[in-house]
């Protein structure tokens, strides 16, 4: 089996080819998260985006196709005309167009919807330089240093940490005598909070009520749809790469039920296939009222608990501008909440007018701007299709336009203009694209 150590030694090794001489292939974020941690060493033993008998072995057993546990499909899909069908190497690269890596194609595979997967090693081209919190994002070989050799309960999360889930982080740490890793999952949306940004955010400030030595590192793992389980599984392996010996389950279907007994206050490890630690639930807690602090529900008088807020029911009272309970989260990750997901009637919002000319668009958008102004409690800016053609082509009339495209005479500002739009500009001068924006008289 290949280590992590021997991964990211092959991914980071210096690419022998000129990237500059390869074609480039912008990933998506489910794609570009993947790569990260196949660089990184946090998927390891991936050394790449699997072939089609990995990705068959892992739908059928939950393993490589040789015979290595592994839950989840690794792969790049793209459209058939995507990479050259000659290529035997591409650049992956982030939306900005920034050289990530270069995947050595080893397979291509028809896939449905006139796509091809792509499978192969990658090496690394540059370290990923940017995004938020990128100080954040320690490899994993660092954060095992920082931990050592003893015991590390970790806790993955797409949504904000409440005081329900601190009070079970504590319990269990204090169990297992553990430091704890903290993993919010960055790549996809985040619940309530919506942006990644602001999950780090509200984890960053409920990780002051952790004990100590918590260490918070953001994760581009994206899960894959419809097997809970597996996703499951494939976070306790980004976790053990980290240093975690436990991972603490929590809102998970199936993790509960197969580990912990009704009214016990100690949890029970379950171990999923493919997981490489153990898992621990989070286990059943409500707020008790009386002593003020939350507990395992079998501790509580029966009747007086309070049950935590959905993620669902705190979206509502986001929205709302409902006051967020002292008991569900502390007035810090309460103030974070409230700045990533302010009251709806303090959000900006646009409404887009459209229709055939003289049918009233910019009478109706004048009286709506002129009631909103009126109350006072919005700022109103007004964009009107005329005006906004006015200031894009000041001191040019469409008739000047259209005299210049006909006598051919266009000046460099609307050659530029019209490369702008063009699928690839830094092509156009030989493509079809540029002929068709050129003046008839200029195509000989």
């Keep these: 089996m290949r280590t992590e150590d021997a991964v990211t030694a092959q991914a980071q090794a210096e690419p ?22 196949i660089l990184s060493g946090a998927f390891a033993p991936l050394s790449g985006f699997m072939t089609r008998a990995d990705v068959d072995a892992v739908a059928a057993s939950a393993t490589l196709a040789d015979g290595t546990p592994w839950p989840v499909p690794v792969t790049v899909e793209v459209t058939a ?33 006139d796509q091809v997967m792509l499978a192969g090693p990658v090496r690394a081209n540059r370290v990923p330089e940017h995004g938020s919190f990128r100080r954040l994002m320690l490899p994993p070989a660092r954060a095992r240093a920082e931990f050592g050799d003893g015991p590390v309960l970790a806790f993955a999360t797409r949504a904000p940490i409440g005081a329900r889930q601190i009070g079970q982080l504590k319990h269990l740490a204090g169990q297992l005598r553990a430091r704890l890793l903290v993993l919010p999952l960055v790549a996809g949306p985040a619940a309530v909070v919506t942006q990644p940004e602001a999950l780090i955010r509200s984890v960053l400030a409920a990780a002051r009520s952790l004990p100590p030595g918590t260490l918070v590192i953001p994760v581009p793992y994206d899960e894959r749809a419809g097997d809970q389980e597996r996703d499951l599984a494939a976070i306790a392996i980004i976790a053990a790469t980290y240093g975690a010996t436990h991972l603490m389950a929590d809102g998970w279907r199936d993790a509960p039920a197969a580990a912990t007994a009704a009214g016990e206050d100690t949890a029970t490890p379950a171990r999923l296939p493919g997981a490489p630690i153990p898992v621990l639930p989070g286990g059943d807690w409500a707020y008790d009222p009386r002593a003020e602090v939350w507990r395992p529900l079998a501790l509580i008088e029966p009747g007086t608990e ?5 993620a669902d029911q705190l979206a509502d009272m986001l929205d709302a501008g409902t006051e967020i309970p002292s008991w569900f989260a502390s007035e810090s990750v309460a103030a974070e909440l409230r700045h990533a997901r302010p009251p709806r009637a303090e959000r900006g919002f646009v409404l887009f007018l459209t229709g055939l000319s003289g049918s009233g668009k910019s009478t109706i958008a004048r009286d709506l701007r002129d009631l909103l102004a009126e109350r006072g409690d919005r700022r109103v800016s007004l964009l009107d299709g005329d005006l906004v053609r006015s200031l894009l082509s000041a001191g040019r009339s469409r008739r000047s336009l259209l005299r210049e495209s006909r006598s051919g005479a266009w000046s460099r500002r609307s050659a530029t203009s019209c490369l702008s739009t063009c699928p690839r500009p830094s092509r156009c001068a030989s493509s079809a694209t540029a002929r068709a924006c050129t003046p008839r008289r200029e195509r000989g």
């Excluded at 022998?16 to 998260?33: E, F, I, K, M, N």
């Excluded at 309070?306 to 959905?310: N, R, V």
């Design 81 to 113: 005309d995507a990479v050259p069908a000659d290529a035997g190497r591409v650049l992956l690269a982030d939306p900005e167009g920034t050289p990530l890596a270069v995947l050595t194609i080893a397979e291509r595979t028809a896939v449905p919807g």
């Design 306 to 310: 309070i049950e935590d807020l959905t």
């Design 16 to 37: 022998d080819v000129d990237p500059a001489s390869l074609s480039s292939l912008t990933l998506t974020a489910r794609q570009l998260g993947d790569l990260e941690l």
